[in-house]
């Protein structure tokens, strides 16, 4: 019996877990759970699966659950330091940390501290912290089990080879619903169109950032640091039906390629049970009627934000915490209809131009950056 606490569980990845969890109950058991401001979804979610604690964004947010609890009550806590308590507290075996957004990092890194394994959904926590945090993964002696349905293709294709025979890493992207729209008209987009994937449901943030292929970029910076490959051995096709989830070329030729139903729980269900395997609930994969796979080549002229990642890993330093950070701005702009779609990458570039890198040591070192950089995007939104 695994035991489980998830951060981030009202989101698609904290839901589409517990649907996991839901169908192996001889396997999995939820010590604690941590939400934003979704008070009537982990009401439910407490009665289903009695955690023995429970976190959200704010109090006002731990006061109307509190309202809303039946017989069982589990301790309530709320902020970051809540979530944090949730990452570290005694009793569970592994953290899903689902969090969206840069905000998964301190109760990640608690997580780690505490001795937690590790199944990470939240990118950001490698993006702007990644040596440090792979320097803690390395202390404190933890698995870190990538959710991402790309990275846990990579790690599945990796399993049973030697890391020197790896010539280059390649991630798989949509192309998200403006693959083929010309770049004149990107400008007119709108924010209905840009929520609108024609793959995966996932949450607003994470969609938005399909839509630019920041979320791609993002995955590069985070497979970096996950299966210690340069920028240079790391490549992006865009692939449409996406059906091949990722792929690693070997020195020899060869190809391994990770292949199923475009579900998140997939990868969901290989993080939980590894090294084993157990049910996910997904479709089977019928090759024959998903017909034809294509490949091409990702447009960074039209989609720059996918640029800017691969120039931020490059650069390095602080350089990636102030790539998210800006993004996370500029999005939430968009999705508020404050700006339009291109003013997103424009925004992210612009912050990193401005930006006087340095080398982070300690967590605070990261934190002072993505705080910097919020301040300066949205300085330039203003």
Same mark, same amino acid.
């Given at each position: ?307 800017? #990642? @691969?120039?931020?890993? &490059?650069? +390095?330093? /602080?350089?990636? =915490? ?7 701005? %500029?999005?939430? #702009? @968009?999705?508020?209809? &404050?700006? +339009?779609? /291109?003013?997103? =990458? ?7 131009? %401005?930006?006087? #890198? ?10 002072? =950056? ?13």
């Amino acid at each position: 019996m695994r035991s489980l606490s998830i951060l981030g569980s009202t989101g698609s990845i904290g839901v589409s877990t517990l649907d996991v969890v839901r169908q192996h109950p001889d396997k999995f058991t939820i010590t604690g759970l941590a939400a934003g401001q979704d008070v009537a979804l982990l009401a439910k979610q407490i009665e289903e699966f009695r955690p023995v604690a429970v976190s959200l964004k704010d109090e006002e947010s731990a006061k109307k659950l509190y309202a809303l609890c039946g017989e069982y009550k589990p301790e309530i806590l709320f902020g970051v330091e809540g979530a944090s308590a949730i990452a570290a507290a005694d009793g569970a075996d592994m953290v899903v940390s689902a969090i969206v957004g840069a905000a998964g990092l301190v109760p990640t890194v608690r997580a780690i501290k505490a001795g937690k394994h590790i199944a990470l959904a939240n990118k950001e926590t490698l993006v702007v912290a990644g040596q440090l945090v792979s320097d803690l993964v390395k202390k404190y002696k933890v698995h870190l089990l990538p959710v991402d349905s790309e990275h846990s293709a990579v790690f599945q294709s990796l399993a049973g080879h030697r890391p020197e025979d790896v010539e280059r890493i390649i991630l798989t992207a949509s192309g998200g619903p403006f693959r083929n729209t010309p770049a004149e008209e990107l400008k007119q987009v709108k924010l209905e169109q840009a929520l609108k994937h024609p793959q995966w449901s996932m949450g607003a943030k994470i969609t938005i950032d399909s839509a630019t292929m920041m979320n791609k970029g993002l995955e590069v910076i985070e497979a970096h640091w996950l299966f210690n490959v340069p920028a240079e051995k790391i490549g992006v096709v865009v692939h449409p039906q996406s059906i091949i989830h990722s792929m690693v070329e070997y020195i020899d030729g060869c190809v391994m390629a990770q292949l199923g139903a475009p579900d998140m729980r997939a990868p969901i269900a290989y993080a939980l049970a590894w090294p084993e395997r157990c049910q996910s609930g997904i479709p089977k994969l019928d090759l024959a009627k998903t017909g034809t796979l294509t490949f091409e080549e990702p447009d960074m002229t039209r989609f720059p934000a996918l640029r800017l #990642a @691969f120039e931020a890993l &490059k650069a +390095g330093r /602080t350089y990636p =915490a102030v790539l998210n950070a800006a993004n996370e701005i %500029a999005v939430a #702009a @968009f999705l508020n209809r &404050k700006i +339009g779609f /291109t003013d997103i =990458a424009e925004t992210v570039e612009k912050t990193m131009q %401005a930006h006087e #890198a340095y080398n982070p040591v300690e967590l605070d070192d990261y934190l002072q =950056a993505d705080q910097w950089a919020r301040e300066t995007a949205t300085r330039l939104l203003a």
